[in-house]
Every structure is written in C-alpha cells, then in structure tokens.
C-alpha cells in the first residue's frame, strides 16, 4: 500500500473544481436566456465574478501547480490540447468581457444582444474545456510518483486551495 496522498485526492479536488464552476455557470446561463434587462445584467456581473475568481484561481492551479508536474510524464499531446484551449479561454474570455462591460456601460439593446451571445458562447466553450480536461489530461494523475503527489498537494495547500 502506499502511503501519503493519493492521486484520487487531486483527482477529486480538480473534478470538484469543475464541478462548482459548472454549477455557477448554469445559473449565468438561465439568467441570460431571459428576457428581462435586470437579470440579464445580473447574470453578466455574476459570469464576470466567476471568470476572475474561481475560474481564474482553478486555471493557475492547474497551470502552475499541476500541468508542470504531468508535463513530466511520457504521454504529452492531451496536455499540448489543454494548454491550446487555455490561450483561446484567455482569448475569448477578455473578449467577452470587453463585451459585456461596454454592454453595461451603453445600455444599448444591440450590444446587451451581442454580449448574450458572447456570453453563452464562452459559457459552451469552458465547459467543452472542462470534459477534455476530465476525459484526457485528470485521469493522467494515476500516473503520477508519491512526492509529484505530495508537491501538489502541498502547493495547492500553500495558495489557499
Ligand atoms: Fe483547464
């Protein structure tokens, strides 16, 4: 048996990640396929909130924290189609949020309509990052030696994760 901490244990701390910005992202999502200003104008707040705080903290987790240590494995190219995702994320994202803040500012009906769309798009894409992340590069963990383990953790721990 080995001792110390488990791959599972990051597994699960990653998936749950995802999971509880999966959730928050749903509710955007709903707000923003109604057809009142106020709500939409919520969900925009709320979506920016998510982006720059969960969202963020999770992506330099793993862009920090574990991806270095994955990267030291053999098998390369679903990390390689992770970090592709993360640079267009980066991407649409400051688009979106150049969108909906000039949405917020003007008020004006066109631009709150682009930024929706906008919106529900980066919304599909973070969750399409989301399952390649589950189906090819989490479950590479498995394959990762106790003291990788053991540094992640203690990383992850360090920022306050
Ligand atoms: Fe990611």
Redesign the pocket.
């Known amino acids: 048996m080995n001792a110390g901490i488990g791959s599972d244990e990051i597994i699960e701390k990653l998936n749950r990640d995802h999971r509880i910005i999966l959730e928050e992202l749903l509710i955007v999502e709903k707000s923003l396929a109604s057809k009142n200003p106020d709500e939409i104008s919520g969900a925009f707040e709320k979506l920016l909130e998510v982006l720059k705080t969960k969202l963020q903290a ?2 330099l987790d ?2 920090n924290v574990v991806f270095p240590e994955l990267d030291e494995l053999p098998t390369k190219w679903p990390l390689k189609l ?1 970090n592709l ?2 640079d267009d ?1 980066d991407l649409i994202s400051s688009i979106a949020e150049n969108h909906i803040e000039s949405a917020a500012r003007f008020k004006d009906e066109k631009k709150v309509f682009s930024a929706v769309e906008t919106a529900t798009k980066l919304i599909e894409f973070i969750k399409k ?2 399952r ?2 589950e189906d090819l ?1 989490i479950p590479l963990c498995r394959r990762l030696n106790a003291e990788q383990r053991e540094r992640i953790m203690k990383s992850l721990k360090g920022n306050g994760r």
């Open positions: 999770h992506y793993e862009k992770a995702d993360h994320m990052h989301f390649l992340e590069v």
